[in-house]
């Protein structure tokens, strides 16, 4: 829609003789007009001067004052701000541009008066039966659920244009290397290795087991001293080793490492992957009892002076 055109509508007069029955706070009248050979739906709303106090800067001498009307056009509406002679236009929805004006202190903005010609009209451009209006209530009620289907569509076409963005980035994504898991069990986690052992104080010989290897092995407290979180190695793999008192062990202790792998795309870019892995054990360092767990956390994507980065 025109906003210059929509201007140039004569500004509306309320008809004489029309009164609020229940002492509704706004009155609306409506008409059709043809601009660009689209017909477009005009529906103008009035203020009780009762309500008014203060809102106005030219105020006039009518019993009710023009206030805001709204253009519908299909599915597009947009509201201009009648008030003053300056144009002023808002994309709300009604019941938000009249939640602004309730800002000052009046919210009982949602009573709406229409005369039956009013309503008629009405009935014609949201296309419902004659006599479907009964008062300005249903006519509120049909603006709004008409004003929030249009925005409920444009965020789901919003949303699927967002959509097909991502596709086209993750189209690019080649398979992580075969070795990525192998690799973070390895190297990125290569510190949660302990050697879990039962102190016994009547006893120089400690049960223990190392948690790479999975294997079990005495240790004499004689020939190796050990304490609690002293480094050490597996006698079996080799492997570099933090010794753990069970009784010292958490019932459930989270080794967690982030790592990321740079990638070339298909399309010959770079994207950055970024992983947390998170080593679980459970049951006090109970043998074999634990979980890996690795998650992606977002990809950035670099292109020659700009990136893109998507969190899962
Ligand atoms: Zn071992």
Redesign the pocket.
């Known amino acids: 829609m025109n906003k210059r055109l929509l201007s140039k509508i004569n500004r509306p007069t309320l008809p004489q003789g029309i009164h609020s029955k229940h002492d509704e706070n706004l009155i609306a009248t409506a008409e059709f007009k043809v601009i660009e050979h689209k017909r477009i739906f005009v529906l103008n709303i009035f203020t009780d001067k009762n309500f008014d106090a203060g809102l106005y800067e030219n105020k006039r001498l009518n019993e009710y004052y023009p206030f805001i009307r709204i253009f519908f056009h299909k599915n597009k509406y947009i509201t201009q701000d009648i008030r003053t002679d300056k144009t002023k236009w808002y994309t709300g929805k009604m019941s938000n541009v009249l939640e602004y004006f309730s800002f000052y202190g009046y919210n009982n903005t949602d009573t709406l008066y229409a005369s039956d010609k009013t309503l008629r009209k009405a009935e014609l451009f949201f296309n419902v039966n004659v006599g479907e209006f009964k008062s300005g209530k249903e006519l509120y009620k049909a603006i709004r659920i008409f004003q929030n289907n249009i925005l409920h569509e444009k965020l789901i076409e919003k949303h699927s244009k967002e959509f097909e963005e991502i596709d086209s980035y993750m189209k690019q994504l080649r398979k992580l290397p075969k070795n990525f898991y192998k690799w973070i069990m390895d190297t990125a986690l290569r510190f949660s290795r302990y050697i879990i052992y039962d102190y016994n104080k009547n006893s120089r010989h400690f049960k223990a087991y190392?948690t790479?290897?999975g294997?079990d092995m005495m240790i004499d407290s004689r020939n190796l001293k050990i304490r609690n979180n002293k480094n050490g190695k597996?006698p079996?793999?080799q492997?570099s080793?933090t010794y753990k008192a069970r009784k010292k062990f958490p019932q459930v202790k989270i080794d967690s490492v982030w790592c990321s792998i740079l990638q070339k795309t298909k399309d010959n870019k770079f994207v950055l992957r970024t992983f947390k892995a998170d080593k679980i054990y459970c049951g006090r360092g109970e043998k074999e009892n634990y979980r890996i767990i690795v998650a992606e956390l977002c990809r950035t994507f670099y292109y020659k002076d700009k990136y893109k980065c998507f969190e899962n």
Do not use: A, E, G, P
Request: charged share 10%.
């Open positions: 190392c790479h290897c294997k597996c079996l793999c492997s080793i």
